[in-house]
């Protein structure tokens, strides 16, 4: 189960940096403010690492 949500978690990450890789170059090149989808994607994704990072399997290195 956690192996799932893991995967679930990092494929939306992906999506929203993908997103953003899209968007921002468009952004800065018309020198227009940040959309609120862009900065919203940016919330998302750093939502997404948190629960990714809480996720993680502690392991020893020793072991």
Same mark, same amino acid.
């Given at each position: ?16 940096? %993908?997103?953003? !890789? ?8 018309? &020198?227009? /403010?940040?959309? !609120? ?8 994704? %750093? ?12 392991? /020893?290195?020793? &072991?």
């Amino acid at each position: 189960m956690k192996k799932q949500v893991r995967v679930i978690v990092l494929i939306v990450f992906f999506f929203q940096i %993908g997103f953003m !890789a899209y968007r921002i170059p468009q952004v800065l090149l018309t &020198e227009e /403010s940040f959309p !609120a989808e862009v900065k919203m994607s940016a919330i998302v994704a %750093g939502l997404c690492l948190g629960i990714l990072y809480f996720l993680k399997d502690y392991s /020893s290195p020793l &072991e």
